[in-house]
């Protein structure tokens, strides 16, 4: 295989890269469309740098991700400890399992108006929006890989002489983890 080949071989994905942006570039500028739906990538690149020199919106940036992330972690805390829960014990599964079913095709920011009122306009209904929109896929992906472990595995733990807390801990979240990151 010759090298220009190789060359080119590896060149093609940022060659459909380069292609895209210029096409997207003369789109921009031929004035078909609004600016405001498609700016040219010149006034993209203003407004970028724009907004990495204004510390006000960096602040807002550092907020809008602070709100984000404190309502995922919140959401992977407790949708994993609930999953964990609902896959180990069939009384806690029976008792949460039809309330994550059956709220689980409402849209969560449909939501957003009763947090708003509930919770007021700063970010602790914004956070409680991220916990809930996390919350159902955690919890549910948890307890799918909390029932799923293999009972060859528990069998054996329990007749080594296991105690329920080292089975969780040595067995159940091991099998876990694929679906909690999942």
């Known amino acids: 295989m010759n090298t220009g080949f190789r060359f080119l071989q590896k060149a093609l994905p940022f060659l459909l890269v380069a292609v895209v942006l210029v096409l997207w570039e ?59 829960l609902m896959g180990r014990s069939k009384f806690v599964a029976g008792l949460l399992d039809p309330l994550f079913s059956g709220t689980y095709a409402v849209p969560k920011l449909a939501l957003f108006p009763i947090f708003i009122f509930v919770f007021g306009i700063g970010s602790l209904s914004k956070v409680a929006l991220v916990f809930l929109e996390c919350l159902y896929p955690i919890v549910i992906m948890t307890y799918a890989g909390a029932r799923d472990v293999n009972r060859a595995l528990l069998w054996s733990a329990q007749n080594m002489g296991a105690s329920r807390a ?11 983890t694929p679906f909690i990151f999942a």
């Open 26 to 84: 003369i789109a921009a500028r031929s004035g078909l469309w609004s600016r405001l739906l498609f700016p040219s990538l010149a006034s993209i690149a203003y407004e970028f740098a724009l907004f990495l020199v204004t510390p006000e919106r960096l602040h807002e940036a550092w907020v809008s991700l602070y709100r984000a992330l404190g309502g995922f972690a919140l959401a992977a805390v407790v949708g994993i400890l609930l999953g964990i």
């Open 166 to 176: 080292a089975i969780l801990r040595r067995v159940v979240i091991p099998a876990t």
